[in-house]
């Protein structure tokens, strides 16, 4: 059984950072399909491709996508999913336009007037003060590059339906999410809970979207539980 973290949009190991630490002992390994594929189908093939046999899959944000499509596409090899601040739904008009217009201006190389402006809002406004966190975020998400952020967006864009084949799984599956997340509000993640059979529902209080970063502690110790739980 194989532990895989998979990043959100433009992330790497960074943002799993606190994860990778505590939770050494179940040897997690952080995928980059993220970097390597166009689409989320063509991503979860990559990562069932690359990692062989039974496996339970962490993704936050786009990597929760990726899993559940994965767990889609091999539902036999699934073991557990944890959806971290993710949706199930595929992309509405209102952000597929907002999308499309940063894609402009990244393939356009403005990069921090995208960027930056709207990193705050990926914390708990608390949190989108602290200059080290974000800091950290916007490096890592600048590291990516436009070519990347201009693929992955068009790869969420075009992300499939997932809500179409959660009430088919049958592994244990988390669902995490901050209270304060503005950017994939906690209803979307009720309704991915409501969807899937005996999924567990776990809301973070004073917290956003990015919450492997702004409550390790939090999340590490769910995870850390749930994890004994699918393992047993």
């Known amino acids: 059984m194989t532990l895989v973290l998979l990043p959100g949009l433009a992330g790497n190991d960074s943002m799993w950072r606190d994860q990778l630490a505590d939770l050494?002992?179940?040897?997690?390994?952080?995928?980059?399909?993220?970097?390597?594929h166009a689409t989320v189908a063509e991503m979860a093939a990559g990562l069932l491709s690359r990692f062989p046999g039974e496996l339970v899959l962490c993704g936050a944000s786009m990597g929760g996508m990726v899993a559940m499509e994965a767990a889609r596409q091999a539902p036999g090899r699934i073991r557990g999913l944890a959806l971290l601040g993710t949706t199930a739904r595929p992309e509405d008009d209102?952000?597929?336009?907002?999308?499309e217009n940063a894609i402009r201006l990244f393939e356009q190389g403005r990069m921090r007037e995208v960027i930056e402006p709207n990193v705050g809002m990926a914390f708990h406004p608390d949190r989108a003060k602290d200059a080290d966190l974000?800091?950290?975020y916007l490096e890592f998400v600048l590291q990516a590059g436009a070519g990347q952020l201009v693929r992955q967006n068009r790869a969420v864009i075009g992300r499939p339906d997932?809500?179409?084949?959660?009430?088919?799984?049958?592994c244990p599956v988390l669902?995490?999410?901050?209270?304060?997340?503005?950017?994939?509000?906690?209803?979307l993640s009720r309704e991915?809970?409501?969807?899937?059979?005996g999924a567990q529902l776990v809301m973070l209080p004073r917290?956003?979207?990015m919450l492997t970063m702004e409550q390790p502690e939090a999340v590490n110790r769910e995870l850390r539980r749930w994890l004994r739980a699918v393992l047993a």
């Open 207 to 209: 917290c956003g979207h």
């Open 175 to 187: 669902v995490m999410c901050g209270e304060d997340d503005q950017l994939t509000p906690p209803a």
């Open 192 to 197: 991915i809970a409501a969807l899937v059979p």
């Open 134 to 136: 974000t800091g950290r």
């Open 24 to 36: 050494a002992d179940f040897r997690p390994h952080v995928t980059d399909v993220h970097m390597r």
């Open 162 to 170: 997932a809500r179409t084949h959660l009430p088919s799984l049958r």
């Open 94 to 99: 209102a952000m597929r336009g907002v999308r």
